[in-house]
């Protein structure tokens, strides 16, 4: 499969799992140099523009929205996860209202997708999420709850973030 077809259809499987309004997404071509050291700091502002529309997205209709991380700090908070909890963590986040706990999607469904967005990035992609082990997290967006989990082959990238506002 060529880089376009894969960029293609993770963008595809992306939108699959962002159907609700509170679930946001960006895909494509990441410009990082050779070596996984360097993906983390490359793909933070991808991050951050989509956190950025998420946050904006809210600001227009509740006023509790704080100002956004920024790229340093959404770095910062990025903690590396592997291959099967960046699956859970995008299936949950697509599927789960974060601030309320009703379902946004069958679970089943998410899972079956953010499976495939992960194993189009391929085996040697790296992945991060904000939220760690302990289901804390690191905000990447202004709004009370948010999740993101952020995946790249070093070419191409996958962010999904929820944010909502309660």
Known sequence: ???HERRTKI???LRRLSKDSNTFIRHGRL???TGSPAWRGHL???IHKVARKATATWAEIDGWVQAQPSVADIEA???PVGQDRAVGEMARFASVDLGHGVELMD??????LATRAVRLLGPDALWWSNHNVDRSWTGVTGCT???MVAGTDGTLFAVLVQAVED
Not at 107 to 112: G, Q
């Open 1 to 3: 499969m060529t880089q």
């Open 107 to 112: 679970r089943r469904l998410a899972l079956d």
């Open 44 to 46: 933070a502002p991808e």
């Open 77 to 79: 908070g990025m903690e």
């Open 11 to 13: 963008g595809t499987v």
């Open 31 to 33: 410009s990082a140099p």
């Open 145 to 147: 709850f948010d999740g």
